[in-house]
């Protein structure tokens, strides 16, 4: 996870600075490809990269290190193995996406633009298909169905079992 928060970070930090891949690369003295592989969040990364990269970027390291609220709930999500967990954790990023104060449009593009792209929804725990908007069967166990309305969870009873 890690690895990912760093790619993430430093995709993040690089576009605000301004700067190219090839720019920040030279600028860290890092060969491209290499850069390329780290911001991709592929491999491991050694600590002396991070500190070139930080230099570069005028910033301390453990920036390009911390993970933000929105990637731990994220991760959250990845990380759910069973149906209350992963309710849970849709629950708490859709609180803190309100605590955003958006719209109804600028959520959706917020979770197209943040979420969407990020979670690979067919790995969740018994994934079904998407559908083609916010509400409906997203994932099932047994006997309960986790369904989905405004970006927000609820767990059902099956009535097909």
């Not at 994220?74 to 104060?101: C, E, M, P, Q, Y």
């Not at 929804?121 to 989905?148: H, K, V």
């Amino acid at each position: 996870m890690l690895k990912n928060i760093l790619a993430q970070n430093l995709r993040a930090v690089r576009r605000a600075a301004g700067l190219t891949q090839a720019q920040l690369a030279e600028a860290a003295e890092i060969s491209l490809s290499t850069f390329i592989r780290i911001e991709r969040g592929e491999g491991s990364c050694a600590i002396d990269k991070v500190e070139a990269l930080a230099k570069a970027l005028d910033i301390k390291p453990h920036t390009l290190l911390e993970a933000t609220v929105m990637q731990e709930l994220i991760a959250a999500i990845k990380d759910a193995t069973d149906l209350d967990t992963l309710a849970s954790a849709i629950n708490d990023l859709a609180d803190h996406v309100d605590g955003l104060g958006l719209g109804p449009y600028e959520k959706g593009t917020f979770y197209d633009a943040q979420i969407d792209h990020i979670v690979d929804w067919t790995e969740l725990p018994r994934w079904g298909e998407m559908p083609a908007d916010t509400r409906g069967i997203y994932s099932w166990d047994g006997a309960r169905s986790l369904w989905l309305e405004d970006y927000r969870a609820s767990l059902t009873d099956r009535e097909d079992v």
